[in-house]
């Protein structure tokens, strides 16, 4: 120990009974000297003695698990994982389908203040011309945030009629009239087509509209059965006829006792005998009794 009157340098430790320097304590603010009763040596193995290891932790899988938003005790099937811990990633506090409920709230929440703040300017720039135009120069589009459409009404009307002038817009055209109007498709109609060796059924010819082969599709108004493809011709004077077969028969008499067919051939006298109307001598169709 130190003179009297001078601060103590050394200590007696009270396990072993040496006297060791106050480096060779640890620190304790509690006690008057700021060090402990023991030194470091004889703490160690003092802790070392009362040591006892704890037994290895088992995690305990759970199959169940409450949604913190609902409120309802649902399997951890119903939950997403978390990617945090790749041996043990956990669950979602919040089940899924209560996690989409409130991911929608917030698209929901956010589309309708960016709808606002547009309308709030009543004014929109095209993507096309990139000009700003009012919104109501703007066509309708009901999934868009405002409910207009990116593209003016002038932009999107030249568009279209460039689209139309390609062969896509044309192919697409006609596939949507096909499913529109007769229910089938183009290869349906392609079929069709080829059945009929490309030619009008009824006249033999192939319709051309405008220098380009065309034949449209003939079915009843009645069923809306297909019943085949003729040129429009033939199609239309169907329809004048009312696609009644007594009015084309009485067409057919009219024009036979009218003039002296010239241009007929064994086919279509056998087609007229067939029908009941006889070729006679004198230049007349008569109708067979």
């Known amino acids: 120990m130190g003179e009297v009157g001078e601060a103590p340098t050394a200590k007696r430790c009270s396990k072993c009974g040496i006297e060791k320097p106050l480096s060779d304590f640890n620190r304790n603010h509690v006690r008057k000297d700021g ?28 199959t169940e698990k409450r949604c913190s938003h609902c409120g309802m005790v649902k399997p951890l099937s119903d939950f997403y994982r978390r990617r945090r811990n790749s ?54 589009c009901r999934t868009r945030l405002d409910g207009k459409n990116s593209t003016c009404k002038s932009c999107l009307l030249s568009y279209q009629r460039q689209r139309r002038k390609t062969i896509r817009g044309k192919l697409m055209r006609k596939e ?15 079929d069709l087509l080829r059945k009929q060796n490309y030619v009008c059924a009824i006249c033999g010819r192939n319709g ?52 002296t067919p010239q241009r007929e051939t ?8 067939q029908m009941g109307i006889n070729f006679a001598d004198e230049g007349k169709y008569e109708w067979g009794k």
Do not use: M, W
Request: glycine share 4%; hydrophobic share 30%.
């Open 35 to 62: 060090v402990q009763v023991f030194c470091r040596s004889c703490e160690n193995i003092y802790r070392k003695a009362r040591y006892v290891p704890a037994p290895p932790r088992i995690r305990v899988p759970r």
């Open 87 to 140: 041996e043990n990633p956990g669950a979602s506090s919040e089940c899924k389908r209560c996690n989409y409920e409130i991911q929608h709230a917030i698209v929901l929440a956010n589309q309708k203040r960016k709808r606002e703040l547009i309308l709030a300017r009543r004014e929109k720039k095209c993507c096309i011309c990139k000009i700003v135009k009012p919104l109501d120069q703007f066509p309708v």
């Open 176 to 190: 949507i009239y096909l499913k529109r109007d007769h229910d089938i498709t183009t290869a349906q109609y392609s």
């Open 208 to 259: 051309h509209i405008k220098g380009k082969p065309s034949l449209a599709v003939d079915h009843d108004h009645r069923t809306g059965k297909i019943r085949g493809l003729l040129c429009f011709n033939c199609n239309t004077g169907l329809g004048k006829f009312d696609d009644d077969p007594k009015y084309l028969l009485r067409a057919s008499q009219y024009l036979a006792n009218s003039a």
């Open 266 to 273: 064994v086919s279509d006298l056998k087609l007229l005998a």
